[in-house]
């Protein structure tokens, strides 16, 4: 009798524990760790982002699935080994559920590991090479892939007289798989390609412009990460290359909306490929940038900006579909296919790959009214990641 009640008594209590914990859960946030460079010369990058990340919490509220989002805003200065760090003592201290931001793909790749061990769902915001969502199964990502977005501008280029182009880019993932996906595009479709690669820190662009000036091409294809545009346009101009007749195109990132009216007139008719401009045409967009711009006076949000808006959208879509199960599974299983209207246009997480399938729009950097913009003339719907849809 005594033992009977005694496993009674400890029956009851697992099942009482269980369900207390279970409540536990229900009440308690969802804890995310965003971490981003902050400071640094990749901050405009983490600004855009965390500014994007406070508006979802204010504009589509902050319980979802019946879960309180907390997010926690970490500083990597854009260093991976701090990433790292970090993305260790958000899963292990703070105990968070997701993992989000990365400004960087070196940033990105340093917690592949961490999130695949931990089973924490890595959210990309922002970081770009194509490789990055095949680095783990728990990455999804909602910025965009270079090659997504370079393609289309080759394609353009051919179609409209451009024969022979210098690319420029910068030297690591992003601007690899730029150079690589123009130049494979352009070269099938007759074109002749020459390339150089810029250092990722302290660019000096300078004698690589020589370069090119010397090499006389119809058009000059360029990445730089966000927020390094600025330069790079001044160093253009005064090297006299537009002066030489030579088109500038490259993916959007050289002319992101964060910095393009301090470029002031250097950018106008450059030709861009990208998947979001804060002059797109639509009423829930203008709702977005007036937002936007009302919580942050000065800013205009960029593509990062929307990056990380989704980013939220994805997590709170998930979390809604899981009825507020923030493990990582279900939500990884909740995320691919998940497909919204984001400001940028209609996007879906691809289930196959976890990357994002979005339009991509051609822009030509003109003026509306006083201020510059990149106004998009020409859209190429629901484009994949064009690397792993060939695969
Ligand atoms: C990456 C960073 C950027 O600032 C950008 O515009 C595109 C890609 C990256 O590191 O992946």
């Given at each position: 009798m005594t033992v009977r009640r005694t496993l009674l008594g400890g029956m009851l209590g697992l099942a009482l524990a269980a369900s207390t914990s279970g409540f536990a859960l229900a009440q308690e946030a969802v804890k995310i760790g965003l971490i981003l460079?902050?400071?640094?010369?990749?901050a405009s990058t983490g600004k855009q982002i965390d500014a994007a990340v406070k508006l979802f919490l204010a504009r589509e509220?902050?319980?979802?699935g019946g879960r309180k989002l907390e997010v926690i805003l970490k500083d990597d200065a854009g260093n991976a080994d701090a990433t790292r760090r970090l993305a260790q003592e958000l899963v292990?201290?703070?105990?968070?559920?997701v993992l989000a931001g990365f400004g960087l793909t070196p940033l990105a790749m340093a917690t592949a590991q961490i999130a695949t061990q931990a089973k924490v769902p890595e959210i990309v915001m922002a970081a770009a090479t194509a490789s990055i969502t095949e680095a783990s199964p728990y990455i999804v990502r909602t910025s965009f892939t270079l090659p997504q977005a370079s393609e289309p501008m080759a394609n353009w280029a051919a179609k409209n007289g451009i024969k022979k182009v210098f690319t420029v880019v910068t030297d690591y993932g992003p601007g690899i798989d730029a150079e690589t996906s123009f130049a494979n595009t352009f070269k099938e479709a007759g074109g002749t390609v020459e390339s150089v690669r810029i250092p990722?820190?302290?660019?000096?662009f300078a004698p690589f412009l020589q370069r090119v000036s010397e090499a006389k091409p119809d058009a000059l294809f360029v990445f730089v990460p966000s927020g390094v545009g600025a330069q790079f346009m001044k160093q253009f101009i005064e090297r006299g290359l537009d002066k030489a007749g030579v088109k500038l195109i490259g993916t959007g990132d050289v002319v992101d909306d964060d910095i393009l009216e301090g470029m002031?007139?250097?950018?106008?008719g450059a030709i861009t490929t990208h998947h979001?401009?804060?002059?797109?045409?639509s009423p829930a967009n203008k709702a977005f940038v007036e937002a936007f711009q009302k919580a942050n006076p000065g800013m205009r949000p960029n593509f990062m900006a929307v990056g990380g808006y989704d980013g939220m959208k994805l997590i709170a879509k998930a979390l809604d579909a899981t009825k507020g199960d923030a493990s990582g599974d279900k939500l990884i299983a909740a995320m691919k296919g998940a497909s919204w209207e984001s400001v940028r246009g209609p996007v879906k997480?691809?289930?196959?790959?976890?990357d994002i399938i979005q339009n991509i729009y051609v822009r030509k950097t003109q003026k509306l009214g006083s201020e510059l913009h990149n106004v998009e003339f020409e859209t190429i719907k629901d484009v994949k990641d064009p690397v792993k849809a060939r695969k």
């Open positions: 460079p902050m400071t640094g010369p990749f509220g902050a319980t979802h292990v201290n703070e105990k968070v559920s990722l820190r302290n660019p000096d002031g007139d250097v950018a106008l979001y401009s804060a002059a797109h045409d997480i691809d289930p196959d790959t976890r």
